[in-house]
């Protein structure tokens, strides 16, 4: 094998000069290092300058130069970017992008239980049912529970208002709604005695 030219070795320490220069500046950016690697930079600006002037006849080696060259020329433009970003105080292409804290889970609206009367006193088993909803729904979101005297009565009078309404058939709703209970009644329409 042909020992490297002095072309080539040029070449292939400007690559290396390239690479650690891109790599202090990305500690730089990173906050690993305390002022920009100003003296890496002028020696790779000067190897650059100085075949930028020569004459190099190998096409290979003008090819490889030209690509070093081109580099070179982005990534000096994207590092003045971001310090001008970061003198002015807003961020730049080097800011690093925090994840968005999620909020506390906001609670799922959720039907828990549905079931019609038309005479409460009659339908005790559907009325203990809706009870032991309400109380289940109660301890879930942290209420105290109802007493269940207190409970039928208000079933009872909702169940009487709502019929003198004209309604034969009175729904009533539990339902979890941003994290607490609600209970509703609601006259059936079109029911029929």
């Known amino acids: 094998m042909a020992e490297p030219s002095s072309i080539d070795q040029d070449l292939q320490r400007l690559e290396g000069e390239l690479k650690r220069l891109e790599l202090e500046y990305n500690m730089f950016f990173s906050g690993r290092l305390t002022k920009p690697p100003w003296e890496t930079r002028s020696r790779v600006e000067a190897i650059v300058k100085q075949y930028?002037?020569?004459?190099?006849?190998?096409?290979?080696?003008?090819?490889?130069?030209?690509?070093?060259q081109s580099r070179f020329a982005t990534l000096v433009d994207l590092w003045d970017r971001g310090l001008r970003a970061r003198e002015e105080g807003r961020p730049g292409p080097f800011a690093v992008k925090r994840p968005d804290k999620p909020g506390p889970e906001r609670p799922k609206d959720r039907i828990l239980y549905v079931t019609t009367f038309q005479d409460p006193?009659?339908?005790?088993?559907?009325?203990?049912?809706?009870?032991?909803?309400?109380?289940?729904?109660?301890r879930e979101s942290g209420q105290d529970s109802v007493p269940f005297h207190k409970f039928a009565e208000l079933v009872k009078s909702q169940v009487a208002k709502l019929r003198q309404d004209g309604s034969s058939e009175v729904a009533f709703?539990?339902?979890?709604?941003?994290?607490?209970v609600s209970f509703t009644a609601r006259a059936l329409k079109g029911a029929k005695e």
């Open 121 to 138: 006193l009659r339908e005790m088993e559907r009325l203990h049912d809706l009870f032991e909803s309400l109380v289940e729904a109660r």
């Open 52 to 68: 930028d002037h020569a004459h190099i006849q190998n096409y290979g080696d003008r090819f490889r130069f030209t690509t070093l």
């Open 173 to 180: 709703r539990v339902m979890l709604k941003d994290g607490k």
